[in-house]
């Protein structure tokens, strides 16, 4: 089931204007999926026993076969680890947002650290940082060492999280991408070991990548099913195999304008690093890629770099923090894809307006499938501004990035519509955060249209979130001249129609502004001065409301949370409807 379906924003005989030669589709309706209630009771228990059968004889006997006395090449890995985690790796820890782990305390069996680290731990990634920080002879060693505690506690019998399909799906990729690091030993027993655990995991995988979630988790595993039928002897008929299920897999997991179903950067991200790194083991085989993996690359690049601002960083969207721009050009660089920027991912929910130096992003879709986002945000209609190589405005972002800086109260909070640079009607989300975790009611319907015109864009999107329990419909409309230097927005309240009349509530416009980016308000409380360190200066006036300034926060690539500031436009949402006009002005 995909995350929201495309339907005409007009009736069928008057299908959505296309603006010839730049893609921009005038009129759309996105909504999200009515049965959008995360898993449930009965799908829970099913994974439960499914789970249970990995303990099995019979799924023991699954996995026997030949043990594979080689593999038959080593696929280059083209992006860069981190130096900070793998000069700490020499120095006798695992480094992982903010958290250690001492190499000789290590213990599988017993892994005290958060889960996004155990799973940095079962999915070798962190071989890609070793192999970047010490030469060959020194870094396989430490590697080997690892390897020997991993294999202890988890090679015969499967187990979550070590055995689960997205951890598995990337081991065998990093597994064989830095074969040499684990593979260097004299000790035979141990080789042969190693070996047989990838051909293991990858028949542990054959039979359970279609039971991933849809999205990254299952893409993942059927490039490990792929990898390890290109490079473990006899393996024809496994990479026909996988590569009919990975097609399936690209076809759930991405809309087709390239963005995957989740909507999170990050994802997309890791999505292509994947793609990137099977048609590596492609290259090295000297084998053709099947065609369906190149096209897939070149929307979901596409799509990805629709979200890259001017620092060549992603934006903070869908809990994802502002990807650093090295890590984003190591990834295109992988993928050998040449393209532009996404201005509009329809589907993806992503909408771009480039206008000389300046970037604005919306997000102008409904919020994720619960069970497809385990950090979905309730951002609809937010936005976020860049000036050439300065952020302006963000999102507060990193709600997937819980960690030793982000608590797992902070990152709900991370997910709140206050999180985000848009309007908040009586301090309650536009759509709810559950206390599972899972999005609940909300936005189902978001309503767009964009025009580029002569001097600039126009883009109106209105959504649902505030209907059902407020009566209000949430309308914003954003012109942004053609040489970028003035931004002009317009946020409406105005009563949905078949609903009794609203009532007066507070509302406030939230503009969180980047760090490095210092406000000073006029007298008159109705403006600010934005200074830009290094860049330029900006002005900012509203005409309803009164503005104010609050603290705000901004996650960083490696998930650490940065002090800043952020501008709030306080005003009463009226029963007869209301709107709040604001301008950005570059002033030099």
């Not at 921009?24 to 009771?41: F, N, P």
């Not at 830095?178 to 070996?195: E, K, Q, T």
């Not at 003035?486 to 502004?513: N, Y």
């Not at 900006?538 to 603290?551: N, S």
Request: with cysteine; hydrophobic share 45%.
């Amino acid at each position: 089931m995909t995350e929201h379906r495309r339907i005409p924003a007009r009736p069928a005989a008057e299908p959505a204007a296309q603006v010839e030669g730049d893609g921009i589709e005038q009129g759309k309706r996105l909504i999200r999926v009515a049965d959008d209630k995360g898993l449930s009771l009965t799908q829970k228990i099913a994974h439960h026993f499914y789970l249970l059968s990995w303990k099995t004889p019979i799924h023991g006997r699954k996995l026997r076969g030949k043990y594979p006395l080689k593999l038959l090449a080593v696929p280059d890995d083209a992006i860069p680890g981190d130096g900070r985690a793998g000069a700490a790796m020499r120095a006798g820890y695992m480094l992982f947002r903010g958290q250690k782990q001492a190499l000789d305390t290590l213990d599988f069996a017993r892994l005290d650290v958060a889960p996004a680290f155990a799973d940095h731990l079962h999915e070798f990634r962190w071989l890609r940082d070793l192999a970047g920080a010490a030469p060959r002879d020194q870094a396989a060693p430490i590697a080997e060492a690892v390897m020997r505690k991993w294999l202890a506690v988890h090679a015969e019998t499967p187990s979550e999280p070590a055995w689960r399909v997205d951890n598995a799906g990337w081991r065998l990729l990093f597994w064989t991408a830095h074969a040499p690091l684990i593979l260097s030993s004299s000790d035979l027993v141990y080789r042969s070991l190693v070996l047989n655990c990838i051909a293991r995991t990858a028949r542990h995988l054959d039979r359970g990548a279609d039971k991933a979630p849809m999205g990254l988790s299952r893409i993942v595993g059927w490039c490990g099913i792929i990898a390890a039928g290109l490079l473990i002897p006899g393996g024809d008929s496994r990479r026909a195999f996988g590569e009919a299920g990975l097609r399936r897999a690209i076809d759930s997991g991405f809309h087709p304008d390239g963005g995957i179903v989740s909507r999170s950067p990050l994802a997309q991200l890791e999505s292509v690093m994947a793609l990137a790194m099977l048609a590596a083991v492609y290259d090295v085989r000297r084998q053709a890629a099947p065609a369906f993996l190149d096209e897939c690359m070149g929307r979901a690049v596409a799509a990805l770099l629709g979200l890259v601002h001017g620092d060549g960083g992603l934006g903070s969207w869908q809990g994802a923090a502002a990807i650093a721009p090295q890590m984003v050009d190591a990834v295109v660089r992988a993928s050998r894809v040449r393209t532009r920027p996404l201005r509009q991912a329809r589907d993806w929910g992503y909408q771009r307006i480039a206008a000389g130096p300046t970037v604005v992003q919306v997000d102008a879709a409904p919020p994720p499938v619960a069970r497809l986002a385990a950090a979905g945000c309730a951002s609809t209609g937010a936005l976020e501004i860049s000036d050439g190589a300065h952020r302006m405005v963000v999102n507060c972002g990193g709600a997937a990035l819980e960690g030793a800086w982000i608590s797992g109260d902070l990152a709900q909070g991370l997910r709140t519509t206050a999180a985000h640079s848009t309007l908040v009607l009586d301090d309650c989300n536009s759509t709810a955060l559950l206390p599972d975790g899972t999005l609940g009611r909300g936005v189902t319907e978001v309503e767009l249209n964009r025009q580029e015109l002569e001097n600039g864009s126009r883009l109106e999107l209105s959504h649902d979130g505030y209907v059902r329990r407020m009566g209000y419909v949430h309308r914003r409309l954003l012109l942004v001249s053609g040489d970028g230097r003035e931004i002009r927005g317009e946020d409406m309240l105005t009563p949905a129609e078949r609903r009794r009349k609203p009532g007066r509530k507070p509302v406030q416009v939230r503009f969180h502004l980047a760090p490095g980016v210092e406000p000073t308000l006029t007298a008159d409380n109705q403006g600010a001065l934005l200074r830009i360190d290094l860049g330029a200066l900006w002005q900012f006036r509203t005409g309803t409301g009164v503005l104010g300034v609050e603290d705000s926060l901004w996650v960083d690539p490696d998930g650490r949370p940065h002090p800043t500031r952020q501008l709030v436009v306080t005003a009463e949402a009226l029963p007869g409807g209301s709107s709040i006009g604001w301008i950005f002005k570059r002033m030099g």
